[in-house]
């Protein structure tokens, strides 16, 4: 079972990795390597347990809908 500052630590890295790539534009297919490297890589410092993957699915998916509307594509 995880503490409260496993809990911290893990929320604080995908909220750094979300503050880092969503105000970029995503540009092209290596912009998106290097989120996904880097959702990766914070996949494996925290642990891959259901909850980490949960959460960063879920910042990859804001970045994605976000990026999605500023081109235009979908909503």
Known sequence: ????VQYYRIVVDCWRMFCKYLPQAMSGRAD?????????KVGKQCGETKFVKALIFAF???IERVQEKR???NG
Request: proline share 0%.
């Open 1 to 4: 079972m995880m503490g409260k």
């Open 32 to 40: 998106w390597e290097e989120l996904n490297g880097q959702a990766s």
């Open 60 to 62: 990859l998916d804001e």
């Open 71 to 73: 081109e235009g594509t």
